[in-house]
């Protein structure tokens, strides 16, 4: 069955997903590592989850939902991120990668859920 996606969206959030993985091994083995890999775990794989969903939804409205729930994780995603780098707990030249995809990812859905919602609104 073909998704709701045109492009490469499903594979870039899987591919994100995996990255974020990989990272939260690279965090130190404490309290702060483990509280705030839990938290780009689930925000990092969410976006992916999210955007599967998004690929089955059966109507636009869900689409969108789906979509914009996917954007806020990888919003959420991105501030875990830079918050690491801040605090030294990530080096920047290994998260800088995931920060700009994640950004990326916030841009293409936030135009996704935009243009869909503009779509549903004029029908």
Sequence with gaps: MMGRF????????FAFATSMIDAIDCLPHNTKGWV??????RSGTSVGANTEEADCALTDREFAQFCNIARREADESRFWLRLCVDRGLLTAESSQPLIDEADQLVRILSTIVRKTREGTDKA
């Design 36 to 41: 705030i890999g839990k938290q780009l775990l």
């Design 6 to 13: 045109n492009g490469d969206m499903p594979a870039r959030t």
